[in-house]
């Protein structure tokens, strides 16, 4: 007997929990409260609910919306309205009839382009279909804190110029593009002459100041599509994008000549006991069919000749790996 009056009190509970989740005003609630985004849609593809979560990510106010805005004019690409569309209607994402956790943009405040994470369902009644409803679960937080971990990964936190790891991996793709597109691509290879004498007598923290204008003198000099990285401590590189080297080697010379202008002014609290630090440039352009890591072994030997040389000039890069070149440029 009182197994059978649980079980009739169980049942009890579960009916009254469905009556509660099936009332208007519980749904309601349930809406009101969702810290996602929700947007409804009748058959039609206009908007029928509108929660605030949705009214802070959009930037659109319900009353704005409600039977007059389309989900297309909701996404930051009206296609993709059509492409969730026959998602839904698809088996790959999550079964026939939703999808769970696409991710795609919506249209925010003055159109910024917003990533968002979208499970959707479709809604049908008496096996009619009569509309949908997606949670739109904002991600612009999680994609700053990757950008930002990334931006970490692959920048050196002294001077901002990329990291050597990044330099292999940027090097190996231009290399290709290159040859794939037949566009010209030069490299520079630099080393600090007379750094570590100033490093020892006026300590690491000066001498992190001079790497620093390094840094600010390559930036000031970018291009849009060039890159400049710090490869060691005293050492750096430029890749010139679609530059070949009748015009990467003066663009190099410009630089230099610059660098040696500013740093004795930056530096000038110090005096001038020491010898300037000037710069030692080797620079090479890709040759045809040139793997990236003899261009590199080119570029690093020129750095090298430049220093034996005195320092303080740019040299262009033999051909051939352990041949002079007589047309160098000092």
Known sequence: MNKNRDHKKCEDD?????????????????????????????????????????EKLTGLSTEDVLGKVSIMDVYHYPELARDIKKRLYSSNH??????????????????????????????NENGKEIGSVGFFHDLTERKQLEEELRRRSITDSLTGLYNRRYFQTILGDEAKRSGRYNRPLTLAFFDLDNFKPFNDSYGHQEGDNILRLVGESMKAMLRSTDYAFRVGGDEFAFLMVETDLEHGAPALERFRTIFNEQWPLRMSYLGSKLKPVSMSIGVAQLADNEKSDKLQIRADLAMYEAKSAGGNRTVRASEEIGIKDEKRSN
């Not at 009332?23 to 810290?35: E, G, T």
């Not at 026939?96 to 910024?112: A, F, H, L, N, T």
């Open 14 to 54: 579960q009916q009254q929990g469905v009556d509660i989740m099936a009332s208007k005003d519980f749904l309601d609630k349930l809406v009101l409260m969702c810290p996602d985004g929700i947007i409804g849609v009748n058959r039609e593809g206009t908007v029928i609910i509108f929660n605030e979560a949705a």
């Open 94 to 123: 999550g079964g026939i009839g939703r999808v769970d956790g696409i991710e795609v943009y919506v249209k925010g405040s003055g159109g910024q382009k917003i990533p968002i994470r979208l499970s959707a369902s479709l809604l």
